[in-house]
């Protein structure tokens, strides 16, 4: 029904900066919030940054004032600019939407596959 597709991950050194972008596409009707989670290894899945559809932002605390998240609501399409980044940034980083299928349904939540950062001289 609906597909997300991320990309921009890679390798980079401490200090470097990339950018990730997440595709929604498929039965959409609207999209709510969407976000970026990551998970590195041995822990639990965290959101890292959501952006609601009127642009007002959350960030978790480690990442405030490095990481900036976007979206360009007429491409369906989310965004997350890293800069600065450590190396307790290395994980998969996954995209997260809330998407309404049609005008009478409810939202539900849909994620990407993932795309690995790793942050490592």
């Known amino acids: 029904q609906v597909q997300l597709v991320e990309s921009g991950g890679g390798l980079v050194q401490p200090g470097g900066s990339l950018r990730l972008s997440c595709v929604a596409s498929g039965r959409i009707f609207s999209i709510n919030v969407m976000g970026w989670y990551r998970q590195a290894p041995g822990k639990q899945r965290e959101l890292v940054a959501g952006i609601a559809s009127t642009g007002t932002t959350n960030y978790v605390d480690s990442v405030k004032g490095r990481f900036t998240i976007s979206r360009d609501n007429a491409k369906n399409t989310v965004y997350l600019q890293m800069n600065s980044l450590k190396p307790e940034d290395t994980a998969v980083y996954y995209c997260?939407?809330?998407?309404?299928?049609?005008?009478?349904?409810?939202?539900?939540?849909?994620w990407g596959q993932g795309t690995q950062v790793t942050v490592s001289s």
């Open positions: 997260n939407a809330d998407v309404r299928l049609t005008v009478l349904s409810g939202s539900r939540d849909f």
